[in-house]
């Protein structure tokens, strides 16, 4: 195995992650997590798994990202989510674009410039509908595995609008579509459609510059990504890793010391 030069930590709201990377800065090994609570000594336990795999019998040089990156006490640098994944998936792809990260508790979309800085961004950190606890919460509701969702979305014969804007709202529109016995994949092919809705009018903010690039756990559900080509016309790429991608840029920035 190449060895490891570099750790990169995501301490997200919704999972935890670690990455290694060599000193060419690729990705040899990772770990994620759903985050616990005491994400201090969860961020240390996981780089010292990541160190336990690696036979390593201390980290290299760590950097830190993710809301919970000031607890993160093994790393030297701690950098913020919108540079870590513009530098992530620049590297991961080998190019810029307007890369929409979206993870459990906040959504970003972020234009990456031809040198993998980002230029612009906007972020919506503050409405769950936007966000993958939308879809999570809406899971649990209908006792669907959120890992399910995005397919089910597609398979569906028709679809169900859900207008509220707001995801309590949305849960009681839920409530009375059961009621009247509407399909249940139509439903969420709904709330794929409400989701999408919100980050395309997220992602128009910044310019929509092509490529379209999509990161951030909500990345691996193909009814997103789907539903963003629809709504924009334009092919969404995925780096290999997509949930990886703000641990993975924090990994490359520690390389840079
Ligand atoms: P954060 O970094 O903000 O903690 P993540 O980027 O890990 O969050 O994203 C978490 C979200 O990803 C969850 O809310 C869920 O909606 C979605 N998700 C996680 N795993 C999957 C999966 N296998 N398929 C579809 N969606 C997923």
């Known amino acids: 195995m190449r060895a490891p030069a570099a750790f990169g930590v995501d301490a997200g709201s919704t999972t935890c992650k670690v990455v290694a990377v060599d000193a060419g800065g690729e990705l040899v090994a990772s770990r994620l ?10 961020a240390a336990a996981l780089v010292g798994a990541l160190c336990g795999d690696l036979g390593l019998d201390a ?4 950097a830190a990202t993710g809301y919970g990156r000031k607890l993160v006490r093994e790393a030297s640098r701690r950098v913020t989510e919108i540079t870590c994944h513009a530098r992530g998936a620049f590297r991961a792809l080998g190019h810029g674009g307007t890369l929409v990260d979206i993870g459990g508790q906040d959504a970003k ?3 990456i410039g031809p040198d993998g800085r980002p230029v612009d961004f906007a972020m919506n950190d503050k409405c769950a509908a936007g ?9 649990a509701r209908l006792g669907v595995a959120v890992a399910d969702l995005g397919a089910r979305a597609l398979a569906a014969a028709g679809e169900e609008a ?4 707001c995801t309590v709202f949305a849960e009681s529109e839920i409530i009375s579509l059961i009621g009247r ?8 092919r709904g709330l794929h459609r409400s989701l999408v809705g ?3 009018a997220m992602a128009r903010a910044v310019g ?3 490529p379209l690039i999509l990161s951030g756990g909500v990345a691996l559900n193909p009814g997103v990504r789907a539903m963003m080509e629809e709504a924009t016309g334009m092919r969404v790429l995925l780096p290999q890793h997509p949930q990886l991608m703000g641990a993975y840029g924090a990994a490359l920035l520690a390389l840079e010391g």
């Open 109 to 111: 979309a972020i234009r």
């Open 208 to 210: 929509l510059a092509p």
């Open 59 to 62: 980290a290299p040089p760590v």
């Open 198 to 200: 919100r980050i395309v």
């Open 162 to 165: 859900i207008s509220s804007t």
């Open 131 to 139: 966000t993958g606890r939308f879809l999570e919460h809406t899971a």
């Open 181 to 188: 016995g509407a399909d249940l994949d139509a439903i969420i």
């Open 33 to 42: 997590e759903a985050t616990r609570p005491r994400l201090e000594e969860q």
